[in-house]
């Protein structure tokens, strides 16, 4: 069944049957007595002549008129309601007209009474009874003509009503935002709307009516429209609801929301479909974008640097959501705060910050505010943490607070940044304020924009005058302007000179010479600043002139100086030499030139060995005269004229200075040379640095020595024989020094011994041989024996415990061993150094001051422990290193620690004290070792460090004198202090700084 738009407006409206019901009954009650009426006439006309005796109609017209109504039975109309009155009065229905018919006989189109075929009884009766006919209808005509004036006023009025309503439907579905449609059973559209032409890409809804999917769709896109639509013609769904995606007339891929129901006509048959497709792309693409944000929320959340919260404005800021950030920031996961199921939030706040952070809250709570606040945490684990806190409160509509919502990071780094940059800028200000040189900042114009306090004293100006005025306003008028054009144009090329020399006349006439390094400096703004720094350097300049005339002074040096005075490179390649090592080496290697020349010649019989006349006659071009010698001299080694071993010697010697960076001084040289002399010299060499501190090479000095070493062969023997004299006669003084200072050590030697065999008498040990008995005698039910008896399951608490106290034990022996290992060290180097004492000096080493003290104390810690003797301990920082005779001074710091400690021990003072400090000054080291003991007479100040002199009833009188003379030996001094008999004393050992 094909439906058009007049049928669709059938079915929809039911327009016969509403159009005549509308109809009032006054005009319905007239058309029943008009139709009664003739309806009698036509039976008075068949009573009068019967109808068999008709044969032929009437010939289709009545007075100039078609006939428009077909009379018919009751039976011919059961629809019809019988209310109406027609039917009730006559027994018969009025057919009339379609709504379509009506409007075209409104617009004289069409006949009114073309439509009924003729009545074949009518026809019959009015042949043989015209006239009677005639006259009835007469008078019924005047009647009819005005019912159906009446009638058609209706019709135009109910007309207008339904083309106003079609008109209200057709502009409603054409402005609908969704695509609707109407489509017949074979899938053909019937009706479309706007928006539908619009979303395929067409100009008018007419272009679908009679096509189907497939005559503008993609293939497999209407094969599943039509299996969508055949699901809703078999009736198997009410309702058709689907999110499909089309391609769209701008080839823009769609997502539609598709919903599709059956169209039935009045006995509910499907006589097609009723379509709607909603564009719902973006509201698909905000839900992806919803999604999205979900997810990125989520994956924020994750990894934010900190946690995000809601919490309760309660006392304990009562958790209801924490991040995952929590763990990381508070080590705390967040189900241990949230609801303070383990710990409240306000239980890792830092104890001194928790009412400040609760006031700022609260404050910004009551101004409606955002709060931020600084304060630290303490994590778990222990320590603290710097946070900064944002969020603001959550109000109800009346106004209350629901809760607290914010974000927490740590910014502990952030906080060191901030102090490490604060000590910056202060260095940076410091620097910039105290330096000698004169800083200067200039913009691009030329104008100074800042400059420090040296820069106003090198141009003798105050700040104020300079800040925002020309550069050149501190130069004389003379070079200003072209100081100032020259940098201009620099700046424009972004070619700043970054060092320069002149001499720049200042505005007070003032000639100077400037060194000025500049650069670019960008200060954050858009446009960048030139950093000047200008240095004095007229006392340079003078100073240049003096190291001119020093080097004129040099080269005199190098030329009249007997000794022989080099500088080398760092493979040692000579560089320079002077006059007089030019002199020795140009002999040297002319002996070496000859003495090679004559031994190739010893195979001809006509020269002897040893004869260098004939060597004479040819020279290489450096040894023909002596003014050509020196350029070959630079660039050669020791190699080249020495012999091997003297050359090797020196040469180890010179790499071992650019090694360490160590001088050698005074070395005695032996040299053998080719013609058999044998000569000495005293060498001292020197690292060679460059103006910035690098090593470059060595340099050094040699002073033949060789009658010298001669004399000292002459006096060897007699040195010999009063050395042998001079130990004869010391023995006694170094049998005692010995046997006084091992005394000293061997005191905390027996102390040591002592404390040991205690402690192992009290060991724990012995235990261990119970446990194992007990073990022993329950081994064949070892397990029952540890779980059930009370003994084995206390034996494990009991076997920890021993362990413990175990490795207590063997530390303190350990330690107690120790201490007797160094004081039995300290006694063989005591005796070693006693037995050098007839040498000129002992093995020196580079020593810490505080390690020699702190040996000291711990070689005597046993007696002071017993004395309960206090050490207090005052050392200067960062002392600097010693390189001396370690055991000569250990020597005379442990005879001084023993003698205070037994000074304090004699005291009645019921506190014993030790003072040991360390400072420096003048060069020197000077170590003070004060008591509170007995004190020391005024007589005694001047003999306390004689040979047998001593105080103490069990003395030797022969520490404080062999110490004396060790510090003597290092080059230090002993001193001694005491204001009187039961004040204390002090002892100051004073070490060179420099050996």
Request: aromatic fraction near 6%; charged fraction near 25%; include cysteine.
């Amino acid at each position: 069944m094909l439906l058009n738009e007049t049928g669709l407006s059938e079915s929809l409206m039911s327009t016969d049957t509403k159009l005549a019901r509308s109809v009032p009954i006054s005009d319905r009650c007239q058309a029943s007595r008009f139709i009664a009426a003739l309806v009698l006439g036509f039976m008075i006309g068949s009573t009068a002549t019967p109808q068999s005796g008709l044969s032929a109609p009437f010939g289709g017209k009545v007075s100039g008129f078609q006939q428009s109504y077909a009379l018919s039975g009751p039976p011919a109309l059961p629809d019809v309601p019988e209310s109406d009155p027609c039917q009730a009065l006559t027994g018969f229905a009025l057919h009339l007209p379609a709504l379509d018919q009506l409007t075209m006989l409104e617009q004289g189109s069409v006949d009114l009474f073309s439509s009924l075929p003729p009545s074949t009884g009518l026809v019959a009766w009015m042949g043989c009874n015209f006239l009677i006919l005639f006259g009835g209808m007469a008078g019924l005509l005047i009647t009819g003509l005005a019912w159906v004036a009446s009638l058609r006023r209706q019709v135009r009025r109910q007309t207008a009503a339904v083309h106003e309503e079609k008109n209200l439907l057709a502009a409603l579905i054409d402005h609908l935002p969704d695509n609707v449609y109407v489509k017949d059973l074979e899938g053909r559209y019937v009706l479309t709307n706007l928006a539908h032409a619009e979303f395929h890409g067409v100009p008018s809804p007419l272009y679908f009516r009679g096509k189907c999917g497939a005559d503008f769709l993609p293939l497999e896109v209407a094969r599943t429209c039509a299996e969508a639509d055949s699901s809703v013609f078999a009736g198997g769904v009410s309702v058709f609801v689907r999110e499909e995606e089309l391609v769209n007339g701008k080839g823009q891929v769609k997502c539609l929301a598709t919903t599709k129901i059956p169209f039935k006509d009045q006995t509910g048959k499907i006589m097609g479909l009723v379509g709607f497709s909603r564009d719902i792309t973006e509201a698909r693409q905000a839900e992806d974008a919803l999604r999205e944000k979900e997810r990125v929320l989520s994956t924020l959340m994750s990894n934010l640097p900190g946690l995000a919260y809601r919490c309760r404005n309660d006392q304990n800021w009562t958790m209801e959501f924490l991040s995952e950030g929590c763990l990381e920031l508070t080590g705390y996961a967040p189900v241990d705060l949230v609801g303070n199921a383990w710990k409240s939030y306000a239980g890792i706040i830092h104890p001194e910050d928790r009412e400040r952070v609760a006031e700022e809250i609260q404050s910004a709570l009551r101004e409606r505010k955002k709060f931020q606040l600084l304060y630290r945490i303490i994590p778990k684990g222990g320590g603290e943490k710097w946070v900064w806190e944002q969020g603001l409160g959550v109000f109800s509509a009346a106004g209350e607070v629901e809760a607290l919502e914010g974000f927490v990071t740590d910014i502990t780094e952030r906080r060191r940044a901030d102090e490490a940059l604060r000590v910056s800028e202060e260095r940076f200000r410091a620097i910039w304020e105290h330096s000698i040189d004169g800083l200067r900042l200039t913009d691009p114009d030329g104008r100074i924009i800042t400059v420090n306090e040296a820069f106003c004293q090198l141009v003798n100006l105050h700040r104020e005058k300079l800040v925002g005025q020309f550069f050149s306003v501190a130069h004389s008028g003379e070079d200003s302007a072209g100081s100032l054009q020259t940098y201009l144009e620099r700046f424009r090329a972004g070619k700043i000179v970054p060092r320069a020399t002149a001499r720049i006349r200042f505005w007070n006439g003032e000639e100077k010479d400037v060194e000025v390094s500049t650069c670019f400096v960008d200060l954050g703004g858009q446009e960048r600043t030139v950093l000047s720094i200008l240095r004095d350097i007229s006392g340079r300049r003078r100073v240049e002139s003096v190291l001119a005339y020093e080097r004129d002074l040099l080269t005199t040096l190098f030329d009249n100086l007997p000794d022989a005075l080099y500088f080398k490179d760092l493979q040692s390649r000579f560089v320079r030499v002077s006059k007089s090592k030019l002199d020795s080496s140009w002999a040297m290697a002319l002996t070496r030139h000859r003495l090679g020349t004559a031994n190739q010649g010893l195979s001809t019989a006509s020269q002897e060995p040893g004869d260098l006349s004939a060597a004479n006659e040819d020279l290489p071009a450096h040894l023909a005269s002596r003014q050509a010698f020196p350029e070959y001299i630079l660039g050669k080694t020791d190699f080249d004229f020495f012999d091997p071993a003297r050359a090797r010697a020196a040469f180890e010697d010179e790499q071992e200075i650019i090694r360490t960076g160590k001088p050698l001084i005074g070395k005695v040289e032996q040299t053998n040379h080719l013609d058999g002399r044998v000569t000495w010299s005293l060498s001292t060499k020197m690292p060679w640095l460059d103006k910035d501190g690098r090593l470059i090479g060595t340099f050094g000095v040699s002073k033949d020595i060789t009658p010298l070493k001669e004399a000292e062969a002459s006096v060897e023997l007699v040195h010999k024989q009063l050395l042998d004299a001079s130990r004869q006669a010391g023995m006694a003084e170094v049998a005692t020094g010995v046997l006084h200072n091992v005394g000293n050590v061997l005191n905390s030697v027996n102390v040591s011994s002592t404390l040991l065999a205690e402690k192992l008498r009290h060991s724990r040990i012995p235990s261990l041989a119970k446990v194992a008995d007990l073990l022993r005698e329950h081994s064949a039910h070892l397990g029952e024996f540890m779980t059930t008896d009370a003994r084995g399951r206390q034996l494990p608490l009991y076997l920890e415990q021993l362990a413990g106290r175990l490795a207590a034990e063997q530390a303190s022996l350990l330690g107690e061993v120790g201490c007797l290992a160094k004081n039995v060290e300290h006694i063989k180097n005591i005796v070693a150094m006693q037995q050098t004492y007839a040498r000129p000096a002992g093995v020196t080493e580079l020593i810490q001051p505080v390690d020699v003290v702190e040996d000291a104390l711990r070689i005597n810690a046993s007696a002071l422990a017993r004395h309960q003797v206090r050490i207090i301990r005052e050392y200067e920082p960062r002392l600097p290193s010693l390189t001396i005779d370690k055991h000569k001074v250990l020597q005379i710091l442990v005879n001084l620690v023993s003698n205070a400690g037994h000074a304090c021990a004699q005291s009645e003072r019921a506190e014993k004290r030790l003072s040991v400090r360390l400072a420096t000054g003048d060069e020197r080291l000077r170590i003070s070792i004060s008591d509170n003991g007995v004190g020391i007479a005024p007589d005694n100040l001047t003999r306390i460090f004689s040979l047998g002199f001593t105080t103490r009833p069990d003395g030797h009188g022969f520490g404080l004198h062999s110490g004396a003379l060790a510090a003597r030996e290092v080059g230090g001094a002993l001193l001694s202090h005491s204001d009187g008999p039961g004040l204390g004393a002090t002892f100051v050992l004073e070490l060179p700084l420099r050996s």
